[in-house]
């Protein structure tokens, strides 16, 4: 009994702290206020003492979207005494808008307006501007609604970024009714820049008569027109083709006295070389010089086009000189047509000339014109001039798979296939992928010496690449084959061109013309032709 009774008696509890070892989640963690956790900063070098500036700066300096992001979040979750300013959500939400992240935009705005932080008026500006770009005037016109919301006032500045975001994306209607009904819907008082868009926007729509009532009746609106109302006008005109009425409305700018700017002159050369009235532009620019206004890019580019399509190349190559010369950098499209323009007439050293004399200035032309070079020479069998042009090119700029395409074309036409060859495993060691046409031009050049066989060859890789023939890889490889007399593989490249279905009705007449032209033999040919391909 009394064993029992120590047995069933209770024993003192023992606590030994060292025989019970914690784990990172004890429950003495638990009991540890929140503010003794850290949270890792997700940039090394995180400043301790952290202000609006010194945040701004690490956001716009950050290079990853993602990490900008979050930056911005760990320093008002998890930096002390940290509050955001208006001027750190303005900075991250420009790095949104130049990113096209507009997804991430809407839940900070909903955090801004949520801080009651007091906002300016340039944030709702840039918002509904890059909307306007974008081709989201809902989004705009939602902006420019929601300004008050945020404690901002609207002005004149955001009512015109709204009308040019309408004008953009042909919402001319739309223009109207917000211009009539700015001051009593939305307290805000449209300027002479207003009057100006709501031109442009008439002028859009083709409706001169109302866009001219519009310049005629803004005087009584308390607002003088100026150069840019009667160049909308001009613009308006010149998109109808009514150089007649352009004219008046340029003779209307003088007989006021001013002096009509870059844009003027430009817009009116711009409507006699669409009207292949190349003289007249001519004149136009002379006048220009003559009140000395310069010419600006877009006017060069206008007169150099009208050049291109009067074919005259050499007054073209003066007016990129004279356009490089005043610091103005060409277009590739504009270089490519000055080429094309005097390849065509023969000039290809002249092409090559103005290409070397652009590389001196420091304006790099692009793998468009290189193209467009290589193939005229190549065109003219100057094959190995153009491979030392690739070169040249090389050593600036990688070329890109349509110059190498070009190139290859070039040297299996001129039968150097072994060149051809070379390119094609420089192009594939610089990581580019050939596509079908660069398959396609050589499995031709292989076809062209009798070698329908390497052109199989290439056939093969081509679909072990992943990359589809079409009618004419097989209409190349079919013809070359039949010149070989490889009858066993004309069978198979026709299974596998009906199998793909790239069998059209050329085809069959090329089988039929020269396969099956023998009337002794061509019976058994055609038979086992069926018999293996039946329809």
Not at 224 to 242: A, E, K, M, Q, Y
Not at 375 to 380: I, N
Request: hydrophobic share 40%; net charge neutral.
């Amino acid at each position: 009994m009394l064993l029992l009774r120590r047995s069933l008696s209770p024993k003192p509890l023992s606590l030994s702290i060292s025989a019970v070892p914690f784990s990172s989640t004890s429950a003495v963690d638990l009991l540890l206020p929140s503010s003794s956790y850290t949270v890792t900063p997700p940039i090394p070098n995180w400043p301790h003492h952290l202000h609006p500036k010194r945040l701004i700066s690490l956001i716009t300096r950050e290079p990853n979207l993602d990490l900008a992001l979050r930056i911005f979040h760990h320093a008002s979750q998890h930096h002390p005494g940290f509050r955001h300013s208006y001027h750190t959500y303005h900075s991250l939400i420009l790095r949104l808008l130049r990113s096209r992240a507009l997804h991430l935009i809407d839940p900070l705005l909903s955090d801004l307006l949520r801080s009651r932080l007091r906002c300016h008026e340039d944030l709702f500006v840039s918002l509904i501007r890059h909307y306007g770009v974008v081709s989201r005037p809902n989004l705009a016109f939602k902006t420019f609604l929601s300004i008050p919301e945020f404690r901002a006032e609207r002005s004149v500045r955001s009512l015109n970024a709204l009308l040019n975001a309408l004008v953009q994306n042909h919402s001319c209607n739309l223009v109207h009714s917000v211009f009539r009904s700015s001051k009593e819907r939305f307290g805000v008082s449209p300027n002479v820049s207003s009057c100006n868009i709501l031109i442009k926007a008439l002028c859009k729509r083709n409706d001169l008569q109302t866009a001219r009532q519009v310049l005629d009746e803004m005087p009584a609106m308390g607002f003088v027109p100026n150069v840019v109302s009667f160049t909308t006008i001009l613009g308006g005109f010149v998109s109808r083709r009514d150089m007649v009425g352009a004219k008046r409305v340029f003779g209307e700018i003088l007989d006021r006295g001013w002096c009509p700017d870059a844009t003027t002159y430009t817009v009116l050369m711009d409507g006699y070389v669409k009207e292949g009235k190349l003289v007249e532009a001519v004149k136009v620019m002379d006048e220009m010089e003559d009140n000395r206004v310069g010419a600006n890019e877009v006017t060069y580019g206008v007169m150099i086009e009208g050049y291109c399509k009067a074919r005259k190349g050499g007054e073209a190559v003066n007016l990129i000189n004279d356009m490089v010369d005043k610091r103005y950098v060409p277009s590739s499209a504009l270089c490519c047509k000055v080429v094309d323009v005097l390849c065509c007439q023969g000039k290809v050293e002249d092409a090559c000339e103005l290409w070397r004399r652009l590389l001196k200035k420091n304006c790099t032309p692009d793998n468009a014109v290189l193209g467009t070079l290589i193939y005229w020479l190549c065109k003219k069998g100057k094959v190995w001039e153009a491979r030392k042009l690739f070169d040249q090119f090389e050593t600036s700029e990688p070329p890109d798979v349509m110059t190498y395409n070009v190139l290859i074309s070039g040297m299996c036409e001129a039968g150097e296939l072994c060149e051809a060859g070379r390119l094609w495993d420089d192009m594939v060691e610089k990581g580019y992928t050939p596509n079908s046409f660069t398959y396609n031009v050589l499995i031709k050049g292989f076809c062209k010496i009798k070698k329908a066989m390497e052109g199989i060859r290439i056939l093969d890789e081509m679909l072990e690449k992943g990359c589809l023939p079409n009618k004419s890889t097989y209409a190349m490889l079919m013809e070359g084959l039949c010149d070989s007399g490889e009858e066993a593989e004309i069978n198979r490249l026709i299974s596998m061109a009906m199998s793909s279905g790239h069998v059209d009705s050329d085809s069959w007449v090329l089988v039929l013309t020269k396969v099956v032209c023998d009337l002794d033999s061509g019976e058994s040919v055609l038979n086992r032709i069926l018999q293996e391909n039946p329809f």
